[in-house]
């Protein structure tokens, strides 16, 4: 289990955080396809964290900002959907997949996106070289990402059954550091580890010495998004 600052997570969400982001709108297209293809309509929905269009499907579905929100319901539904909300919670929570399972109907589904472990390569492959120059060891600063095989493990040692995932990678290209930092405060991606990052001055123009080299050479560097989209069946 790995622990996280969810107050800050709170905060920096007020403060910045935008619905209808780059990321949220992308994530949000890919359940939508998901929902199309069930040839039965579940009726009575929850969709967990704000990420989401409410009116997906055209019909009410039940809003749920947080996961101990929906456990302190008690009730069951007939289809649960999050969108990068469970992102966290995956982590913090051994047993979020047996909750959520207690929390459906017979022959209820679970859709929901996670970014995957194959996302940032660029980004931490830099900032790892930046740490180890300036610190001599590297900090936690992205993530948590998810293997899909072990949420597929997950899935399965909770008697989830009939699990499909499919893949879709998004790539953002940036021309400076200060306008991805914006657009990640945007999409709620933020540095949530409890670890006291030390400041030095030394450490930021190091990464402005790297990224402005990076962009006078290709005029932009890239963040790669991995996007798994997980459907599943109690």
């Known amino acids: 289990m790995e622990y996280f600052n969810l107050k800050k997570k709170e905060i920096r969400k007020k403060l910045f955080y935008k619905k209808n982001n780059i990321l949220s709108n992308f994530g949000e297209e890919l359940i939508k396809s998901k929902l199309k293809l069930i040839k039965h309509k579940p009726m009575n929905i929850i969709q967990l964290g704000e990420r989401l269009n409410i009116n997906l499907l055209n019909q009410k579905i039940n809003l749920y900002k947080s996961i101990d929100e929906l456990f302190k319901n008690q009730k069951k539904f007939d289809a649960i959907l999050s969108n990068f909300d469970m992102q966290l919670y995956l982590v913090s929570n051994d047993n979020i997949i047996g909750q959520i399972y207690k929390s459906l109907h017979n022959n209820g589904l679970l859709c929901f996106n996670l970014i995957t472990e194959n996302s940032f390569i660029t980004l931490r492959k830099f900032f790892y070289e930046i740490d ?39 790539e953002l290209n940036y021309n400076s550091l200060e306008k991805m930092r914006a657009d990640f405060r945007e999409f709620g991606i933020s540095n949530y580890y409890p670890d006291k990052i030390k400041f030095k001055k030394k450490f930021y123009l190091k990464s402005k010495e790297i990224f402005d080299l990076l962009i006078s050479k290709n005029s932009y560097f890239p963040i790669e998004i991995e996007i798994a989209t997980f459907t599943s069946w109690k």
């Open 132 to 170: 180890e120059s300036v610190f001599l060891g590297s900090y936690r600063r992205f993530g948590p990402f998810h293997s899909i095989q072990n949420i597929i493990a997950n899935l399965k040692n909770n008697n989830f059954k009939e699990t499909v995932v499919s893949t879709e990678k998004l």
